[in-house]
């Protein structure tokens, strides 16, 4: 944790602490013997979700991630409109044609998407930098500092959970 703390603190990609700790590790797949399941997710993750759905919010599900991401999430069977990764795109965040690319798959212009992530630099900057409504979610090393960050002001809201998502919508 302290190796993740300092990649953090110093700005750099996390890809860092993995090369520190298990170097040569490949960050594009799972790792030998790791099956995925639904316990990997969030315990919020999923009620939100299907809370979400019920109200008639268009959900996906977007980040930096290997393509294995997506077989994953699709297999959950949960509604979810999009789903992508970065490796299945070949564009990654904060490059602003990631973001664009949402709005392009949904169809709707960015002011309509609330972008929700724990990363300043990643997330919240690019995302409010092409109209999205910005959400900083303070979970995990880059969330609980990027909340302390003067810059977590460039949020449109900061939570702390998950479940916190559906009554930023309201009125919505």
């Known amino acids: 944790m302290a190796t993740v703390g300092s990649v953090i603190a110093m700005g750099l990609d996390h890809g860092v602490v993995f090369e520190a700790v298990a170097p040569g ?5 799972d790792p030998p013997g790791w099956e995925r399941s639904a316990d ?6 999923v009620p939100t979700i ?3 759905a019920e109200r008639g919010i268009r959900i996906g599900v977007a980040g930096n991630q290997a393509a294995v991401t997506e077989e994953f999430l699709a297999g959950l069977a949960l509604p979810i409109e999009l789903v992508a990764t970065s490796a299945g795109w070949g564009v990654s965040k904060p490059d602003a044609r990631f973001f664009a690319r949402i709005a392009d798959e949904l169809d709707l212009p960015p002011a ?5 992530g724990d990363r300043l630099d990643h997330d919240v900057l690019p995302a409010a930098s092409v109209g999205m409504k910005a959400v900083l979610i303070r979970r995990g090393p880059w969330g609980v500092m990027a ?3 003067a810059d977590a002001a460039a949020a449109d809201a900061v939570i702390d959970g998950l479940d916190e998502v559906s009554g930023l919508l309201d009125g919505a």
């Open 25 to 29: 590790f490949d960050v594009t797949g």
């Open 112 to 116: 309509a998407i609330a972008y929700v």
């Open 50 to 52: 299907r809370t979400l």
């Open 147 to 149: 909340a302390r960050s």
């Open 40 to 45: 990997d997710l969030y315990p919020d993750a």
